[in-house]
């Protein structure tokens, strides 16, 4: 497949007291669903990026859904280009090797922290007590984990859970401030491996993460509760230090909705293919972004130079059909 050729790292990187360089990552799904509220995400972790001098890794998340299209990581790929965005390594795409994953299922079920669990969701459903309303997950009941035991990890088709023990994790959240969360009440054991043999989203981010010496996490704000997770299964496996989080309020539909097709076509290619400069698309981003106050056509360069945390709104977005309108006009 043809990819864009690989940057030179930045000259420059921004080093911490320890002289540790500071790295991040945009870390796009190639789902083909790059909407405007994934764009405003990845433009954001970029001019912060940009601004702090931090290393900016691309990494393609391909393990997340159960398939991609032919051609859908290209198509990622030039949408981060058409706004403007660069990277200083990568792509790296996370199914071309699956050993690094592997390797830390060997060393959590070797020391019994992972087991093999053929439950189907169902049967899981049917043992927990009734789910809020609303809740689109459902715990995984204690009463369902088998007794732990060191075993080798095999990779048979079936899931395999993290034993996550009780105890609430905290965190400092950079724009949403302190956290606390409870994995084992909210989600209980959670699969890291899956039965279509490869690792689930939270241990593949967690182990690119550490072999990409990510040291900013910069992204959508529904992914706090997967931060308490992600710290679970990086203590279980040792790995240190602990990234900087800064999760960004979300773009909601005008119904309160996360953005999603409900809304309408959000798509960057959909707008891109009627015509709509990256200029515009990046005017009404910054307009969420505390840039500017209402949208107006900006380059990546003035969104960069004018993007501050300080400024960056605290609550969500709302789309509107008039922005789309706007867009579009
Ligand atoms: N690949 C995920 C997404 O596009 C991002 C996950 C992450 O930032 O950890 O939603």
């Known amino acids: 497949m043809d990819r864009p050729p690989r940057t030179p790292p930045s000259p420059n990187p921004a080093q911490d007291a320890s002289g540790g360089i500071h790295t991040t990552r945009l870390a796009p799904s190639p789902t083909g669903a790059l909407h405007l509220g994934n764009a405003r995400s990845f433009v954001v972790n970029w001019a912060l990026a940009r601004q702090r001098g931090w290393k900016i890794v691309l990494r393609i998340e391909?393990?997340?859904?159960?398939?991609?299209?032919?051609?859908?990581?290209?198509?990622?790929?030039?949408?981060?280009?058409?706004?403007?965005?660069?990277?200083?390594?990568?792509?790296?795409?996370?199914?071309?090797?699956?050993?690094?994953?592997?390797?830390?299922?060997?060393?959590?079920a070797s020391r019994g922290l992972a087991y093999p669990c053929e439950?189907?969701?169902?049967?899981?459903?049917?043992?927990?007590?009734?789910?809020?309303?609303?809740?689109?997950?459902?715990?995984?009941?204690?009463?369902?984990?088998?007794?732990?035991?060191?075993?080798?990890?095999?990779?048979?088709?079936?899931?395999?859970?993290l034993a996550v023990e009780p105890g609430s994790i905290t965190f400092t959240d950079a724009l949403a401030g302190p956290q606390t969360f409870n994995p084992a009440r909210?989600?209980?054991?959670?699969?890291?491996?899956?039965?279509?043999?490869?690792?689930?989203?939270?241990?593949?981010?967690v182990v690119d993460d550490a072999a990409q010496r990510v040291t900013q996490i910069v992204r959508g704000d529904d992914l706090l509760p997967s931060t308490a997770r992600q710290l679970v299964l990086a203590r279980a496996l040792g790995l240190a230090p602990e990234?900087?989080?800064?999760?960004?309020?979300?773009?909601?539909?005008?119904?309160g909705r996360r953005l999603a097709k409900r809304h309408g076509d959000t798509r960057l290619t959909h707008y891109r293919d009627q015509g709509v400069t990256p200029e515009r698309v990046l005017g009404l981003l910054a307009s969420w972004s505390g840039i500017l106050p209402e949208p107006e056509p900006i380059t990546t360069?003035?969104?960069?130079?004018?993007?501050?945390?300080?400024?960056?709104?605290?609550?969500?977005?709302?789309?509107?059909?008039?922005?789309?309108?706007?867009?579009?006009a």
């Open 62 to 108: 391909d393990l997340d859904t159960p398939r991609v299209k032919p051609g859908a990581i290209d198509a990622s790929i030039d949408l981060l280009t058409w706004l403007g965005l660069d990277w200083d390594q990568g792509p790296t795409i996370q199914s071309d090797d699956l050993a690094p994953y592997t390797e830390s299922m060997r060393s959590l």
């Open 301 to 328: 360069r003035a969104f960069l130079d004018a993007f501050s945390l300080d400024t960056m709104p605290r609550t969500d977005a709302v789309f509107t059909p008039e922005n789309d309108a706007w867009l579009l």
């Open 243 to 255: 990234p900087t989080y800064t999760h960004l309020p979300l773009v909601r539909g005008s119904d």
């Open 186 to 205: 909210e989600i209980g054991d959670f699969v890291i491996w899956t039965k279509r043999r490869c690792p689930a989203y939270q241990l593949a981010v």
């Open 119 to 161: 439950l189907t969701r169902t049967q899981i459903e049917q043992a927990a007590s009734a789910p809020n309303e609303g809740d689109t997950e459902t715990p995984f009941p204690r009463s369902l984990r088998p007794a732990l035991a060191p075993q080798p990890f095999t990779d048979s088709g079936t899931n395999w859970r």
